[in-house]
């Protein structure tokens, strides 16, 4: 087995910390039984980017449980867990190309070692895998290909419009039991605790811009708000916008918000958000965060050639000094913050986004090799049954409709009259 990690000897640290995560994660565990004893990827090959934490270490060996022989790079250098990347080689026999904090040219030397595995399946949160494969010329073992994060789903689609994509892509990251849940309640948590780890800011009393009112910043507002912060909403979509004031968030475009805020986050999947006109309105002081799969979305490069000087202020903290005598903070180089700084979303939140993984997989391995070229939902039967299972796990139970329910359901003659 070939891998390329930082430290096999931190696998002690990394079995101790995903069981942590496994015990938070019942759903994936009942799938990965089920997997065990059916083994449908007997025989198949899987390569994976993914942001690798404790959960995605649950959903890789739930993979392996079902016969899967699987190869591992990071989709972010800086939320890579060596601690984990190590616990996956030693304990798991993974291939796992991946170390922290390393550098682009061993980050793409990594994603080419993972294809090199010849896989049947990519899955990919960002599409770095989709992309690189689609450099390359056609041909190879590939039959289908999973996507976990919004801007993944983007660039599989835009694959797809000039006609490039070569395969059937489940956009995982569009299914209600990954939307509503990782996005929203996940992202939002991660992304307040990176903030606060790296600053140890008071948000209570504070202006908090959040750029994007998708459903990774609904629900960064949102906490931001409960945590007694002012926010601030910038939006280039007019629903979007609309039910941000409605949910009682002042909107205003970013140019009139930036003398307002204390501090500003990204998330928008969206290159060049937070740009040079907008420093030099800034507030002494001010932090700025990212919290979408690239670092494009403030421009860290603009603000440096804007800057007299730059220094680290302390862990993951980045000060620019400005020309105006103003001092600009940027969290995590402006990658992700809840995943570079934090520990990505919790494991009871994660169990519903891997659960539609796992799931996906064994659906396009099994009976969705037949579909043309293109970007799909997950089933909604796959959705449905990862929202029950949890329920389970949670000790909620449903109603079920009547007899007469299911008729009155479906049929036009049966009114207030009838």
């Known amino acids: 087995m070939n891998y390329d990690v930082a430290d096999l000897s931190l696998a002690g640290r990394g079995r101790q910390r995903i069981a942590w995560a496994a015990r938070h994660m019942p759903v994936l565990g009942r799938i990965a039984a089920e997997l065990a004893v059916e083994q449908p990827f007997a025989g198949r090959r899987i390569a994976a980017s993914l942001h690798i934490t404790t959960e995605t270490a649950v959903l890789l060996r739930t993979l392996k449980a079902g016969g899967a022989e699987v190869a591992l790079c990071a989709s972010n250098p800086l939320s890579t867990r060596d601690e984990v990347c190590a616990a996956l080689v030693v ?15 061993t980050y793409e030397r990594h994603l080419e070692q993972t294809l090199a595995t010849d896989a049947h399946l ?69 992304t307040i605790d990176g903030i606060l780890r790296a600053t140890n800011t008071l948000l209570a009393g504070s202006v908090f811009v959040v750029a994007g ?39 205003l475009p970013m140019a009139e918000a930036v003398p307002l805020g204390d501090l500003f986050l990204t998330a928008t999947g969206m290159a060049g958000v937070i740009r040079a006109e907008h ?35 302390r862990d993951h903290v980045t000060a620019f000094h400005l020309p105006n005598g103003r001092t600009l903070y940027v969290l995590a180089e402006g990658r992700l913050v809840g995943q570079s700084v934090a520990e990505a979303s919790p494991a009871a939140v994660m169990d519903l986004s891997f659960a539609d993984q796992a799931l996906s997989a064994r659906y396009l391995l099994e009976t969705g090799q037949g579909l043309p070229a293109g970007v799909y939902d997950v089933p909604r039967a796959i959705d449905e049954r990862v929202a029950r299972l949890k329920l389970h796990e949670l000790g909620v139970g449903l109603d079920t409709l009547t007899e007469d329910q299911r008729a009155y359901q479906h049929a036009w003659h049966l009114g207030t009259t009838s």
């Open 213 to 251: 009112y998708g459903w990774c910043g609904r629900g960064i507002a949102r906490r931001a708000q409960g945590m007694g912060a002012r926010v601030i909403v910038c939006e280039v979509d007019a629903i979007r916008a609309l039910e941000a004031v409605m949910d009682g968030f002042q909107v």
């Open 91 to 105: 304990e798991e026999g993974i291939a796992v190309y991946a170390r922290y904090g390393e550098d682009l040219a």
């Open 279 to 313: 420093f030099a309105l800034m507030k002494d002081g001010a932090i700025l965060a990212n919290s979408g799969h690239f670092d494009v979305e403030v421009d860290v490069a603009g603000l440096r050639q804007l800057a007299i000087e730059e220094e680290s202020a």
């Open 122 to 190: 990519i899955m990919d949160d960002g599409a770095d895998l989709i992309v690189a494969l689609h450099r390359r010329p056609a041909g190879g073992a590939v039959v289908a290909g999973i996507e976990e994060t919004t801007t993944g789903v983007g660039r599989a689609r835009a694959l797809a419009a000039e006609g490039r994509l070569r395969f059937p892509v489940v956009a995982v990251n569009d299914t209600p039991t990954k939307q509503l849940f990782d996005n929203r309640y996940g992202t939002g948590q991660n």
